[in-house]
């Protein structure tokens, strides 16, 4: 067997353990959008046979085939035999470990999950509420030796899981790890644009932008037409002087434009010093917004004009 000094880090063997845990993960969804238009309840009443399949064919093509998970391939590690020692590799996962290491892996979390089908089925059903209570009482004892260990692992970097402890194997690297190269050029870029993004998430709640647009439009980029303005000109009723179209439910400011209601009281609630974009009339208070009132011209009027 090896001396120790190829033992993976902590950090390696948790990454291994999320790795393996996404990747039952994705193929799970990658399964669930195959069925994604499929009318039939085939995935929720087949559930726990369909993760213990996937798990399986994972198992087959990791521990089987490769003596490691495949989170723990990526990460060039492997498990090392350090309970039964087999004739032809000793070092390396024995076949009867491969074994038991499906068994707990794929048997034990699918019992639990078809106990009460398999009690109907054995027609155990006087005993339905012992069997219910040893399987809570299994699965508590369960996470409190799973928390055991965890705290163990972090002390002594050996066997992450209770499973690992159980069957006597250890993950490790297969050859010797050369010096790592640590750099925090990453982390500093990282946590700069962090910061950076909570600034903006804190600032921007109170820029008022509706006012700054105002302001430019009025300020910075001044309406050519303001100059060849002339109130004398007939009133255009048919276009809004913030957005252009038809005007809805038509309000008057004092000049000698039209806004669409919704135009002029949005942009007054947001910005209170809004003024007109065409001739620059500001609102002085809310009630100076009026409807527009049409004056029909007289009959007088058109016998004066013929």
Same mark, same amino acid.
């Given at each position: 067997m090896s001396d120790g000094q190829n033992v993976a880090l902590r950090v390696s063997q948790l990454d291994a353990a999320e790795l393996d845990t996404e990747i039952l993960s994705m193929t799970k969804n990658q399964l669930s959008k195959l069925?994604? %238009?499929?009318?039939?309840?085939?995935?929720?009443?087949?559930?726990?046979?369909?993760?213990?399949?996937?798990?399986?064919?994972?198992?087959?093509?990791?521990?089987?085939? /490769?003596?490691?998970?495949?989170?723990?391939? /990526?990460?060039?590690?492997? %498990?090392?035999n350090e309970r039964f020692p087999?004739?032809?590799?000793?070092?390396?996962?024995?076949?009867?470990?491969?074994?038991? %290491?499906?068994?707990?892996?794929?048997?034990?979390?699918?019992? $639990?999950?078809?106990?009460?089908? #398999? @009690?109907?089925? #054995? $027609?155990?059903?006087?005993?339905?509420?012992? @069997?219910?209570? @040893?399987?809570?009482?299994?699965?508590?004892?369960?996470?409190?030796?799973? #928390?055991?260990?965890?705290? @163990?692992f972090l002390r002594q970097g050996s066997y992450m899981s209770v499973l690992e402890r159980l069957l006597g194997i250890r993950s490790v690297f297969p050859q010797q790890q050369g010096m790592r190269q640590v750099t925090f050029e990453y982390m500093t870029r990282e946590l700069l644009w962090h910061g950076f993004s909570e600034f903006l998430f804190f600032i921007l709640p109170l820029v008022n932008f509706q006012k700054v647009k105002n302001f430019v439009l009025q300020k910075i980029l001044p309406s050519a037409s303001k100059s060849a303005l002339s109130h004398n000109a007939p009133r255009d009723f048919t276009s809004c002087a913030v957005c252009g179209d038809w005007p809805i439910r038509a309000q008057e400011i004092g000049c000698h434009h039209v806004f669409c209601y919704f135009c002029i009281h949005s942009n007054y609630k947001a910005d209170p010093g809004f003024a007109c974009p065409l001739c620059s009339q500001k609102i002085g208070k809310e009630r100076d917004i009026r409807s527009v009132t049409i004056v029909p011209r007289s009959n007088n009027d058109d016998d004066d004009n013929t």
């Open positions: 069925f994604k %238009y499929h009318q039939s309840n085939f995935l929720a009443n087949f559930e726990p046979e369909i993760e213990a399949g996937i798990k399986l064919l994972l198992w087959k093509f990791s521990i089987n085939t /490769m003596e490691s998970t495949l989170g723990q391939a /990526m990460l060039s590690l492997k %498990y090392r087999a004739a032809t590799s000793p070092d390396w996962i024995s076949r009867r470990q491969k074994i038991l %290491y499906a068994c707990l892996l794929i048997g034990c979390p699918w019992l $639990r999950d078809r106990s009460h089908d #398999l @009690v109907r089925l #054995l $027609r155990l059903d006087k005993w339905r509420d012992n @069997v219910q209570q @040893v399987i809570k009482w299994v699965e508590t004892g369960f996470k409190l030796a799973t #928390l055991a260990n965890f705290l @163990v």
